[in-house]
């Protein structure tokens, strides 16, 4: 038997209440069979308690949650054919590497001695794990462990996989090669993929669309790259990397926009998104966006002294602060010719290209 793959999830409207408190607010998602979602967002956003709902582990107070089309929301986690793997991977101490994979296919009676034997040996292959079988999890490092877990959810045929926090307790190395890793193995299965994380970068590079929540609110639903260049919110902007959020005004002169921020300078804008209309705005500005403005384009740049030079690895971060005294960052390429200094005074323009977020103040 393989494993199911490529399920639709819909959620409609769901929303859920600890007595007066609203830790999920009307979210409707459409997740795609066999894509791989991130839910996203500051603690206490919600996130959690969405993946509990979808998992059957608790009962949403409103709205519905379909898999292909049936309503779900009533039905055990067993029942609605979803597996979840936990940020502890709640492997049993007492039981081998095949006893834990073996386990779910023997509580549930999916099929006889030989059935699952096989189902056991074709999960530990699928995860690399065939020469583990007979060790203990107490025998394994971290890594090793979060595959047992994966291969003992996947063994029971899961049409919705799910996702908690999965990489959280392990060292920064082994994450990356647990991304690449679980990466593989959902694009391999093609198994729809619902995973919670409070890592950026994680969710970022691993996901086909990320659901950025806030305060139970879904603030933004789309794929990474959109995520980070096209913001919805100010919120958006400034939780997903990071943003220089300056106050300007924005005004329309012979066919082309340009920004005046409140602290000086003229920055041209091609064409200013999500917000358009002239008048009080706030500027959301990537790091990676500003440049170095030349003698002559000074006049019009923004003016900074040099706070913090950071080198990170082939990258160079710069604490700068305006005239006003808002902090700011500037990212560029790491090269011997750039030599930084505290208290030198930098002049800024946007990066040819740049097209910063600009949202209505």
């Not at 609203?22 to 959690?48: H, M, W, Y």
Request: proline residues 5%; hydrophobic residues 45%.
């Amino acid at each position: 038997m393989a494993v199911a793959a490529g399920a639709r999830l819909t959620l409609e409207d769901v929303g859920h209440q600890y007595g007066a408190a609203r830790v999920v607010d009307a979210v409707n998602l459409q997740i795609d069979p066999g894509e791989f979602v991130t839910l996203l967002g500051p603690s206490g956003c919600g996130k959690s308690t969405l993946l509990r709902i979808l998992a059957g582990l608790l009962q949403q107070t409103a709205g519905k949650v379909s898999i292909d089309g049936q309503d779900v929301s009533g039905l055990s986690p067993a029942d609605r054919g979803v597996g979840i793997v936990f940020q502890n991977y709640a492997l049993f101490p007492h039981m081998s590497v095949e006893d834990n994979v073996a386990y779910g296919l023997q509580a549930q009676r999916l099929g006889d001695r030989k059935f699952i034997r096989d189902t056991v040996q074709r999960m530990l292959s699928t995860v690399r794990l065939d020469e583990m079988a007979k060790r203990f999890p107490r025998e394994l490092s971290g890594g090793q462990q979060q595959r047992v877990a994966l291969a003992r959810t996947l063994a029971v045929n899961p049409r919705i996989l799910l996702l908690d926090e999965p990489l959280g307790a392990l060292d920064k190395n082994l994450r990356l090669d647990m991304q690449i890793e679980i990466r593989r193995l959902q694009r391999e299965l093609n198994i729809t993929t619902i995973m919670v994380t409070h890592d950026q970068e994680e969710a970022l590079s691993m996901s086909d669309r990320v659901a950025l929540l806030n305060a139970g609110k879904l603030e933004q639903f789309d794929t990474p790259t959109k995520i980070y260049d096209q913001p919805n919110s100010a919120f958006v902007a400034t939780f997903v990397g990071t943003a220089n959020l300056l106050d300007a005004q924005l005004m329309q002169q012979e066919g082309h926009f340009i920004a005046q921020p409140s602290v000086g300078g003229v920055l041209t804008l091609s064409s200013p998104s999500p917000h358009a209309n002239v008048g009080s705005i706030v500027l959301a500005i990537r790091p990676e966006q500003w440049a170095l403005a030349s003698e002559a384009e000074r006049p019009n740049a923004l003016e900074a002294k040099v706070q913090l030079v950071m080198p990170l690895g082939p990258s160079l971060v710069i604490d700068l602060l305006l005239r006003d005294g808002t902090s700011i960052k500037l990212a560029m390429p790491r090269t011997q010719e750039l030599m930084f200094e505290h208290g030198m005074m930098l002049y800024l323009k946007l990066r040819e290209g740049a097209r910063p977020s600009v949202f209505s103040a």
